[in-house]
């Protein structure tokens, strides 16, 4: 069974300032996913990325799949961007779901 | 498309009752899956189903069943609730080599 750790757990920020997220995981995967929680609860698929980089907007993902290890930047922070961002991986093989890290409680002050 | 649909947003069950979470896509995916989501913890795979008549177990199918009788809906049955229940349960689905798509939750309540 994969297991994924995130840091930090919590992290408050400056409006503006650039923003790093962590995740590392125990087996080797294919492919894996950004995904973000609003306060509201609803829950959104940013990345999905097997190697290299990905940007979209002000989010950039980036995967090193030797260390195990993935990052999920935001630049120029906005309080919009307030919210919990979870790492994934594919829990198995094929399409048997994802084992999650439990998030990342990301707030950005004015 | 409405994409991931939920039904309901909210229950609240007594120890015992039984009940059907409902969930559809409308995106022709064949793949769906069951989340459940507590409190500090990261979401857990209940169940999940490769396409219409195939469903498997994921890390916490204990208390729960579903089926998966046509492309669109895959329902979640809770057969003798307990208040290890209590959680918010997420449905999705994806197409193959894709990202999930989301339900908004239902959160469920057993006292």
């Known amino acids: ?110 | 498309n409405a994409g991931v649909t939920q039904t309901p947003k909210f229950r609240i069950l007594k120890i015992g009752q039984s009940m059907t979470l409902q969930c559809a896509q409308d995106m022709n995916h064949n793949y769906m899956y069951w989340y459940r989501q507590d409190p500090g913890m990261g979401l857990k795979l209940i169940y999940y189903s490769v396409g219409a008549g195939i469903t498997d177990k994921g890390e916490v199918p204990n208390g729960y069943n579903v089926s998966r009788s046509t492309t669109e809906d895959f329902p979640l049955r809770l057969e003798l609730a307990a208040p290890s229940q209590t959680s918010v349960y997420f449905c999705a689905s994806a197409p193959l080599g894709y990202g999930q798509f989301f339900g908004p939750g239902t959160r469920l309540t057993v006292l």
């Open chain 1, 1 to 110: 069974k994969n297991e994924v750790e995130q840091s930090p757990q919590n992290l408050t920020a400056q409006e503006g300032e650039f923003i790093t997220i962590n995740c590392s995981y125990s087996v080797g995967i294919s492919a894996l996913h950004w995904l973000q929680q609003h306060p509201g609860g609803g829950i959104v698929s940013l990345f999905m990325l097997s190697s290299g980089k990905k940007k979209h907007g002000r989010l950039i993902a980036t995967i090193n799949i030797q260390e195990k290890h993935s990052s999920l930047h935001i630049t120029a922070s906005h309080p919009r961007d307030s919210a919990v961002y979870i790492c994934a991986v594919p829990a198995g093989g094929g399409a048997d779901g994802l084992t999650f890290g439990k998030g990342t409680h990301l707030i950005i002050q004015p």
